[in-house]
């Protein structure tokens, strides 16, 4: 189900549904990463669209992202490096 682009979330809904904690989300909204409302000293609300975008899967090289970041090879697809260098 897509998120409503009305819903606000708080730090702590946004931290159980991306899977990192409640502090880190603070943190990412303080330095911009995901898009919040700041409402008196200490509470952000984040659109649940936001959450969404950053959960997601993603691919490539870039910003880790929790339990969104998606690991394309496995140790067995990796090239093997030689032991003694010629």
Known sequence: ????????????????????????VQRLCQHGVLPS?????????????????????QTGRGWRRGKGRNITKTADELPRVSENPA
């Open 1 to 24: 189900m897509a998120p409503d682009s009305d819903t606000l979330l708080t730090t702590a809904q946004a931290a159980e549904r991306i899977g990192i904690s409640r502090q880190h």
């Open 37 to 57: 409302q700041r409402v008196g000293a200490r509470l952000y609300l984040i659109p649940a669209n936001a959450v969404a975008a950053y959960a997601a899967p």
